[in-house]
C-alpha cells in the first residue's frame, strides 16, 4: 500500500514536471513571437475583408464555428509535437523551424479564428467547461513556473533575444 502511494506521488511530481516544462516552452514562445507578429496582425484585422470574416465567423452556429476552428488546429498542433520530437531525434534545426512555423500559424490562424468564434464556442456548454478547466490549469502551471529561477533566467533569455531581434530589424 506505501509502495503505491509513493508510486503516485512520483507520477505525478514527473507528470507536473513535464506539463510544467511543456507550458514554460509554449509561453516563452508566445512571449517572443507575438510582439514580432502584433503589427502584421493589427494590420490584417484592420482590412475590411478580415473585419468581415471576423465577423462571419463570429455569427457562426456554436458547432460549426468549433469545427472551423479544429481543421487549423487538428493539423497546426501535431505538428508542434512532431517538431519536438524531430528536435528530440537528432534533427534540431528542422525540429526548429517546424516548431517556429508551427508557432507562427498558430498565432495567425488558430488564434484569431477562436477569437473571432469565442462567443458560438462558449455557448457550447462541455467545451466552456473544458476550456474553463484547460485555462485554470495553464494559469496554475504558469504561476508556479513564474516561481522559479529558471523562469527568471528564461525571462532574461527571452527580453536578450527580444532586443537582438529587435536591433536586427532596425
Do not use: N
Not at 90 to 96: C, I, M, N, P, R
Not at 103 to 132: D, N, T
Amino acid at each position: 500500500m506505501a509502495e503505491q502511494g509513493t508510486l503516485r506521488r512520483v507520477i505525478r511530481a514527473i507528470g507536473r514536471a513535464v506539463v510544467t516544462v511543456a507550458v514554460v516552452i509554449y509561453t516563452l514562445l508566445d512571449e517572443l513571437l507575438f510582439p514580432l507578429f502584433r503589427p502584421l496582425i493589427a494590420r490584417l484585422s484592420a482590412l475590411r475583408l478580415f473585419q468581415r470574416l471576423g465577423a462571419a465567423i463570429g455569427r457562426l452556429p456554436p458547432y460549426v464555428a468549433l469545427g472551423l476552428l479544429a481543421v487549423p488546429f487538428v493539423v497546426i498542433e501535431p505538428a508542434k509535437l512532431f517538431a519536438v520530437y524531430w528536435g528530440a531525434t537528432g534533427h534540431v534545426v528542422q525540429g526548429t523551424i517546424l516548431l517556429l512555423v508551427a508557432q507562427v500559424l498558430s498565432l495567425l490562424v488558430c488564434e484569431r479564428i477562436f477569437h473571432a468564434a469565442y462567443g458560438p464556442l462558449m455557448r457550447i456548454g462541455w467545451l466552456k467547461v473544458l476550456l474553463g478547466w484547460l485555462f485554470g490549469l495553464r494559469d496554475k502551471a504558469i504561476g508556479w513556473a513564474k516561481s522559479t529561477a529558471a523562469w527568471q533566467a528564461a525571462v532574461g533569455w527571452v527580453r536578450g533575444a527580444r532586443e537582438w531581434l529587435r536591433g536586427l530589424l532596425r
